[in-house]
């Protein structure tokens, strides 16, 4: 059986897994409502240079813009007397899950694979 070439998408460059996995490790600075700007400039510099890397890093944008939402929402509630706590925990909770699926998207990507979050929206095309 003849082996075809083009039936196998190429594979990213060590600098393009590097470019990906650095996109998806700001979320590491969600808890510091930082971790969308490695991935949102990870994404302008690639989008027209390197599709496959500008595609991971859109997919981090979102992930880590969905977090920051949720980040500033709880940020909010964490001011209200009753309910403070609340907002507190569930800061900790989205820092925590950021972290974790941070983490595991940077090592997807980086041994050449891609990687979806289980929770996204869809805010940058």
């Not at 996995?21 to 990870?42: E, I, K, R």
């Not at 800061?91 to 950021?98: R, Y």
């Amino acid at each position: 059986m003849p082996h075809d070439p083009r039936s196998i998408p190429p594979a990213r460059t060590t600098q393009g897994s590097s470019l990906a996995m650095v996109a998806h490790l700001g979320g590491v600075l969600t808890y510091l409502f930082l971790g969308w700007v490695a991935s949102l400039v990870v994404w302008l510099v690639q989008r027209d240079q390197d599709p496959a890397v500008a595609r991971e890093a859109r997919v981090a944008l979102n992930f880590q813009l969905t977090a920051l939402i949720a980040m500033v929402v709880l940020h909010v509630v964490e001011h209200f007397p009753v309910i403070g706590v609340i907002g507190w925990v569930g800061k900790v909770a989205v820092g925590i899950v950021a972290l974790v699926l941070s983490l595991l998207a940077a090592a997807a990507t980086y041994r050449g694979g891609s990687y979806r979050y289980p929770v996204s929206l869809e805010l940058v095309r």
